[in-house]
């Protein structure tokens, strides 16, 4: 090999990434040096961060303490899961007790408990919270966790007091139906006790409200009625409908009223007696009063 060729080929080793003893003048004029510092950065968050953490492991293992704080700046700064940044900042922090540097290890330590800290509060574990917040007395840094603190605290007891109210208010309607003899047919399609309602919710002798689906079983036409108070006579409900708007031959003018028996059989009712009077002679569908009318005319 001729001179010129030896100092060529010196030349093209020396500019490969991984027999170079220094780096060049301008780096990104190395198309494979870019090519393997683009490398490092390739995968999610957490792999670029850990690929990062291993390098400066390494350094620390040969006691090269700045080297590896750099790389736990580059694994801090890829943004990795919490778990794998606290284990970043705790050796990033040994690595500043050996360089002697103690104003950047009490800021490690500070950001590392402020993060943990609002990791608790999202995580509405607000009492590992309080021991850290109750043990710093920075005003500004941590004022912004405390502020959240108080914010997280009081919307649990306001959560806390709703749910016990609203279990309450569950045990007395329930009682309430239970007293009244209601039977409730579960089909699955709606909650067993939509739209029944009592007056004063935690008071089960107060007046029940309940949904009425009015069915026309001979023409397919039906009306309901979200709300309706247990003493209303029966007849007070029809003249609410009558007269219907498609019943042309006036067939529905004094209809019958029926009720689905507890033998899945229809059971007629008279129009002057109330609503609740028909509660132990009936079953509820999923919670709903189903009341059938036909005209007087025809049989059920």
């Excluded at 390739?42 to 400066?56: S, V």
Aim: proline share 5%; charged share 30%.
């Amino acid at each position: 090999m001729s001179n010129a060729n030896r100092r060529l080929y010196h030349e093209e080793i020396d500019e490969t990434p991984l027999f170079m003893t220094q780096l060049p003048d301008d780096p990104t004029e190395n198309i494979a040096l870019e090519g393997l510092k683009a490398l490092a950065y390739e995968g999610t968050p957490d792999e670029i961060a850990l690929n990062f953490k291993n390098q400066g492991n390494e350094m620390i293992s040969e006691k090269r303490w700045l080297d590896a704080k750099i790389f736990y700046n580059k694994s801090i700064q890829a943004n990795p899961s919490i778990a794998l940044e606290k284990k970043c900042l705790l050796n990033r922090t040994l690595c500043n007790l050996h360089l002697e540097l103690r104003d950047e290890i009490e800021k490690n330590c500070e950001k590392a408990i402020w993060r943990l800290t609002r990791a608790y509060i999202m995580l509405e574990k607000l009492q590992d919270a309080e021991m850290y917040l109750s043990r710093q007395n920075n005003g500004d840094e941590f004022a912004v966790l405390r502020k959240l603190y108080r914010e997280k605290l009081d919307s649990k007891q306001k959560s806390k007091s709703i749910k016990k109210d609203q279990m309450g208010n569950d045990i007395m309607l329930t009682s309430a139906i239970e007293a009244r003899n209601i039977t409730i047919l579960k089909t699955g399609e709606q909650p067993d006790i939509q739209g029944i309602t009592l007056e004063s919710p935690l008071d089960a002798s107060s007046l029940l409200f309940i949904p009425i689906l009015i069915l026309y079983p001979l023409v397919s036409q039906t009306d309901f009625f979200p709300s309706v108070a247990e003493d209303l006579q029966i007849k007070d409900l029809l003249e609410q409908i009558v007269p219907l708007p498609w019943d042309t031959k006036s067939e529905y003018k004094s209809p019958v009223v029926y009720v689905q028996g507890r033998g899945n059989k229809k059971v007629p009712v008279g129009k002057d007696i109330v609503l609740q009077e028909i509660f132990g002679r009936t079953v509820f569908v999923d919670g709903i009063l189903r009341l059938y009318i036909v005209p007087d005319s025809v049989l059920c």
